[in-house]
């Protein structure tokens, strides 16, 4: 008999489903500032606005304590990730649809479950490796590959699912040391912004007052999405709220039509649903292995 859901499993479930939301925002606020501005400036937006926006958040008698880490080198190199993720999604969003590049990005949770046995010593289920299967030939029905420009774009989010894959890899390697979550939230926000901020300089373009307010809704929008998945994880298990993440394949999908008049073909909305019923299976699967 499944356990009921507790007011605290319910309040993870609708910070993370919202934190999803936002994260799909984040994404097509980005796509606008690419038409104008450098990669650099736009991932530089994301990191130096959301990390004064995250110490705000952070009540002042925490503030002291966030930075203090026993696993310095490991939350640097693990604070690059993301910044690849970024670079790689800011160029696929710029050449791709919203939903087409959203997917093949969530393809990195199932090669998480394909690394997991070699990187971190888990045990891999026959079960699992079947969500695993679903989930390449859901991105390989958005991806196309061979069919033309769609196949070649989709190298740029095939990029950050890779970086994104290491990502989860190593934020899993830290929680496992004792690291708590906010401290590697901040080193990664402080990492990404002390390396991104030469770049952006000396790619910087001309920024214009609308431009302006788009990247600082950019920071701002991006430092909230982290925020409420720092906030969904200290309320729910991680198997329970796994599935909820993928809200942001049907975001993305949604802002797309809405603001950029791109409606998904077939293809894409097979892909959609292929990727999240795998990724809902995966869940579900660990849940019950927890």
Do not use: C
């Amino acid at each position: 008999m499944p356990s009921p859901v507790t007011p605290d499993t319910l309040r993870g479930i609708v910070l993370v489903t919202l934190s999803a939301t936002v994260f799909a925002a984040v994404d097509a606020l980005s796509k606008v500032l690419a038409d104008t501005q450098s990669v650099w400036q736009v991932v530089w937006a994301r990191y130096a606005i959301a990390l004064p926006l995250i110490l705000l958040l952070t009540p002042a008698r925490e503030r002291g304590s966030l930075f203090r880490t026993a696993s310095l080198r490991q939350q640097i190199l693990r604070g690059i990730m993301p910044i690849g993720v970024s670079v790689s999604m800011v160029l696929g969003v710029h050449y791709l649809p919203l939903a087409e590049a959203t997917v093949i990005l969530f393809s990195s949770p199932f090669a998480v479950v394909a690394l997991a046995g070699p990187l971190l010593g888990e045990k891999v289920r026959p079960a699992s490796w079947a969500g695993v299967i679903v989930g390449f030939a859901a991105v390989l029905l958005v991806a196309r590959p061979g069919l033309g420009h769609v196949s070649y774009y989709a190298l740029f989010p095939l990029m950050g699912a890779a970086f994104y894959t290491f990502y989860q890899i190593m934020t899993r390697g830290l929680a496992n040391r004792g690291e708590r979550p906010r401290t590697t939230l901040v080193w990664t926000l402080a990492t990404g912004t002390a390396v991104v901020t030469p770049l952006a300089i000396l790619t910087w373009q001309p920024v214009s007052a609308t431009a302006w307010a788009f990247m600082v809704a950019l920071g701002l929008v991006f430092g909230l999405a982290q925020y409420l998945m720092i906030e969904a994880f200290a309320h729910a298990p991680a198997g329970v709220l796994a599935p909820f993440a993928y809200v942001q394949i049907v975001a993305a999908t949604a802002i797309g039509v809405v603001f950029f008049d791109t409606v998904p073909d077939t293809w894409t909305i097979l892909g959609v649903v292929m990727i999240v019923a795998a990724g809902a299976w995966l869940a579900q699967l660990q849940r019950r292995r927890a």
